[in-house]
């Protein structure tokens, strides 16, 4: 996907872009590329690639979730700022937080928001799994985003803490996600969520399939979650 198809596409959905956030795009590929020689970020490199699997596949959150009265965002191991810097860079207004439990990461989330001139981005070094007791971020967030960071019964027992009542948990994953959200049910309701619905796609180009699940927090998530840290992973919530 070019940058002219990338542009298109998004304003055939609704988000178009000023030459400014092209250019923001521009120099964030730049900087993925440059520091992805000193770290590994990903292993997509390739600039059209780019543009369609992170950037444009980051974004497909808003055509499903209306984000222009949503104030504040948390994106759990969001890696190299996927999906919540190409969001923030089309949705200026978002107050987003960054939860990341690598450091090295989090330097360079701070140098890339400084970059690119955006205001409102808080990155924390941490686990999810101790950020969610944190009284400053545990159910504060009218939004949770996370992309391809877990299977989705554990996913939720990071994610949710984060949720305020009312909020909404977004999973992205990719294809064939039956199995794993239905093994998840039980975890969804343990950690006071509701799956609200399911959205099915595929991205352009043949560049295969994807899912969003779209989770509702219906009530408070009970003090003793998220467990301590490694426990979701080793003994996921059934």
């Given amino acids: 996907m070019s940058k002219e198809q990338f542009a298109l596409r998004l304003a055939e959905r609704g988000i178009a872009l000023e030459p400014g956030q092209m250019e923001q795009f521009d120099t964030y590929y730049r900087l993925l590329v440059e520091w992805n020689n000193k770290m590994n970020l990903t292993a997509i490199t390739d600039e059209d690639e780019v543009y369609l699997k992170h950037f444009y596949d980051s974004l497909t959150a808003a055509f499903f979730v209306s984000l222009a009265g949503i104030n504040n965002l948390a994106?759990?191991?969001s890696g190299a700022g996927f999906p919540s810097l190409p969001l923030k860079i089309c949705f200026p207004h978002l107050q987003v937080t960054i939860i990341d439990s690598l450091q090295k990461r989090i330097g360079f989330l701070e140098?890339?928001?400084?970059?690119?001139?955006l205001d409102g981005v808080t990155a924390v070094h941490a686990r999810a799994e101790d950020a969610g007791?944190?009284?400053?971020?545990r159910e504060?967030?009218?939004?949770?985003?996370?992309?391809a960071v877990a299977r989705l019964n554990v996913l939720a027992e990071y994610c949710l803490p984060f949720v305020r009542v009312g909020g909404?948990?977004?999973?992205?994953?990719?294809?064939?996600?039956?199995?794993?959200?239905?093994?998840?049910?039980?975890?969804?309701?343990?950690?006071?969520?509701?799956?609200?619905?399911?959205?099915?796609?595929?991205?352009?180009?043949?560049a295969g399939e994807r899912n969003i699940v779209i989770i509702e927090k219906v009530t408070s998530t009970a003090r003793a979650y998220p467990r301590k840290a490694g426990v979701p992973a080793k003994k996921p919530l059934r």
Wanted: charged share 30%; no cysteine.
């Fill in 75 to 77: 994106d759990i191991g």
């Fill in 140 to 147: 504060t967030f009218e939004l949770v985003t996370a992309r």
């Fill in 133 to 137: 007791h944190d009284p400053q971020l």
């Fill in 168 to 206: 909404y948990f977004l999973a992205m994953k990719g294809a064939n996600i039956s199995f794993e959200l239905n093994e998840a049910k039980q975890a969804i309701k343990k950690l006071g969520g509701k799956t609200d619905r399911l959205e099915s796609f595929e991205l352009p180009d043949g």
């Fill in 111 to 117: 140098l890339l928001t400084k970059e690119l001139g």
